[in-house]
């Protein structure tokens, strides 16, 4: 069985940080560029961050650039996005998910396997 389980979520205030984890079971990620995906309460899921095959390549949504990196350990099987100075306006359900092959695709259409997602809140 293939899935990828997040982790790290939580409640915080504006101004702190979280990183939240995703890990892979049942095969490797050796193959799949990775993405990450939040969606907000009313809102559609939105894509956010990408990482390329062997971490040469990233991208962000212009509204995290300078505060998320996301990062991955191919032999650990597990992704990374780190997430600082978080604000309100983060706050939703994020999601980790693998694409097969390279790049740093943005398109939930590309993206193969999905977790399940861990929640995010950001509040004073």
């Known amino acids: 069985q293939l899935y990828l389980v997040e982790s790290g979520g939580g409640k915080v205030k504006p101004g702190e940080s979280l990183e939240l984890s995703c890990s892979a079971s049942?095969?490797?990620?050796?193959?799949?560029?990775l993405g990450w995906f939040r969606q907000a309460p009313g809102k559609e899921r939105e894509w956010v961050a990408s990482?390329?095959?062997?971490?040469?390549?990233?991208d962000y949504l212009d509204s995290v650039k300078g505060r998320f990196t996301v990062s991955r350990d191919n032999p650990k099987k597990r992704a990374y996005l780190q997430m600082l100075n978080l604000i309100p306006e983060d706050t939703g359900d994020y999601f980790c998910?693998?694409?097969w092959g390279d790049g740093t695709p943005r398109d939930a259409d590309e993206f193969d396997y999905w977790g399940q997602g861990t929640q995010v809140t950001v509040s004073s």
């Open positions: 998910a693998a694409s």
């Open positions: 049942g095969f490797t990620l050796n193959n799949y560029a």
């Open positions: 990482i390329s095959l062997n971490a040469e390549r990233t």
